[in-house]
Each structure stands twice: as structure tokens, then as C-alpha cells.
């Protein structure tokens, strides 16, 4: 694993650009005057979501997205006509009895 080791007040003035660096695996070595002082390290793959980890496999090629197929285009369904009135006469019927 590399790692790169920044002054505290670089690390605040470019902090997206180190974010970026830990976020590809690297760890930061945070230094007060030359001292280091803390360390900025990557998730373990367990402690990131299921979502995050699913889009790194995707980004790196392992994976695939599906197409939708709940977006395919649709035929619009009518209702069936029931003969002789007979929906309205068990309608009137639930509303006399319930």
C-alpha cells in the first residue's frame, strides 16, 4: 500500500486531492512541523455498503449492469368487461351486507 505523507495545512488546502489518493487505496500520513500526528487510510471493503461496493466492481470492469427491464415499454391493460352487470351486483351486494 503507498503512502503519502502531507503537512496538516496542505492536507486542509487540497484535502478533495488526498481524499482522492486514499480513495484508490493509499493511506496519508498527516504531519504537524514534520511530525506525523495521524493517518488518513481507505475503508476495508467490509465497512463500505453494499452500494459502494458494488459500483467500485462495476467502475473496475468485474461487473455489469443489467437493463432495467422494468422500464421496457409497456402495453397499457384495460379491464376485462364482466357480463350482465355482474361486478355491480356484488358491489351493491357488499355494501348491503358489509
Do not use: W
Not at 7 to 29: D, F, P, T
Not at 44 to 55: D, F, G, K, V, W
Not at 69 to 79: A, C, G, H, Y
Amino acid at each position: 500500500m503507498k503512502t503519502t505523507s502531507v503537512g496538516i495545512r496542505e492536507a486542509k488546502a487540497h484535502l478533495s486531492k488526498y481524499l482522492k489518493i486514499v480513495g484508490q487505496g493509499a493511506e496519508v500520513i498527516l504531519t504537524d512541523r514534520g511530525v506525523p500526528v495521524g493517518k488518513i487510510v481507505p475503508l476495508r471493503p467490509e465497512e463500505r455498503s453494499l452500494a459502494q461496493r458494488l459500483s467500485k466492481l462495476e467502475a473496475e470492469g468485474v461487473l455489469g449492469r443489467q437493463p432495467d427491464l422494468n422500464r421496457r415499454k409497456q402495453t397499457r391493460q384495460f379491464p376485462l368487461a364482466v357480463p350482465n352487470c355482474s361486478a355491480q351486483r356484488f358491489l351493491q351486494q357488499d355494501r348491503e351486507h358489509g
